[in-house]
């Protein structure tokens, strides 16, 4: 790996391959886990994301293999009204360690949904608040940047719907830049560079995209050059603008685009490989 490039990826994905399209059961999602966290890429690997609903399968599944904590971001799919009994069920596994809790905004005021969840903010869990692509506005992330709650972008998903054009993704990039508002993102962010998937034919973003979009947009503010970026499919250019980074700008990146979540792990990692960004040791 370019020394100068490891903080960029490291800690970059977050291993959801409980969630579409891998859907995989609790006991062999928590056995990949354990075997990415071993692997010679394990830098790479965020923390192990577990819906409310599965964290008593999740406990089970760790003590038959007889692992000790597991780094947990805690999805809550159902909101506020979940979290409390989420929590609760979370200090019931003692082999489950919190690192972030992820929730939607729903249809609550987004005052009295971040009064609830700046009280789990600590050095050593996150918290973030999901918000819709398409209605993310100038005031949500004002009002969430001095909080320390960050926001939680859908890049797709299992449906055309889900997915947003490079138009609509560059304008909360660009919105968190100006505000120093830091972002995950999750589904459909499987590879590195953007591209057609030739079985749906749906238009999936890269996260190599998306990092040189968190760099563009905070370094000029720009729109259109952001949303530019956002759409680039050449491998080769998009590898070459990685490998002009320079330790400033990995930092200015990790600083405002924390993470992805993907139900593949093995495949950001055969990315980077392919494009000579890391290299097996």
Not at 74 to 88: H, M, N, T, Y
Request: aromatic letters at 4%; glycine letters at 6%.
């Amino acid at each position: 790996m370019i020394a100068r490039l490891a903080e960029l990826f490291t800690g970059l994905f977050d291993d959801a391959s409980m969630f579409p399209p891998q859907d995989e059961a609790p006991r062999p999602a928590v056995a990949g886990h354990l075997a990415h966290r071993v692997a010679w890429y394990a830098d790479l690997v965020g923390p192990f994301v577990c819906g409310a609903g599965r964290l008593a399968a999740i406990e089970a599944a760790a003590a038959e293999h007889g692992a000790g904590q597991l780094d947990v971001a805690l999805v809550v799919p159902s909101g506020i009204e979940s979290l409390g009994q989420a929590l609760e069920t979370a200090r019931r596994c003692p082999r489950v360690r919190l690192v972030a809790v992820e929730l939607p905004l729903g249809l609550y005021p987004l005052v009295d949904v971040v009064s609830h969840l700046v009280p789990l903010l600590s050095d050593e869990c996150r918290v973030y608040l999901e918000i819709p692509v398409r209605e993310v506005t100038e005031d949500h992330v004002h009002a969430l940047a001095p909080t320390g709650v960050r926001l939680k972008l859908r890049t797709g998903g299992t449906a055309i719907e889900s997915f947003n054009s490079e138009e609509r993704l560059a304008t909360p990039i660009v919105m968190c830049a100006a505000e120093r508002l830091a972002f995950k993102c999750t589904a459909g962010l499987h590879n590195a560079i953007r591209h057609r998937d030739p079985d749906t034919l749906f238009e999936h973003h890269g996260f190599l995209n998306v990092a040189l979009a968190a760099r563009i947009a905070a370094s000029t503010g720009s729109h259109a050059a952001t949303r530019n970026v956002l759409a680039e499919h050449d491998p080769t250019e998009i590898a070459a603008q990685v490998g002009q980074l320079t330790a400033n700008d990995v930092r200015a990146i990790r600083a405002l685009f924390n993470s992805f979540g993907t139900c593949s792990i093995e495949e950001p990692v055969h990315d980077l490989l392919q494009l000579g960004l890391v290299s097996v040791p």
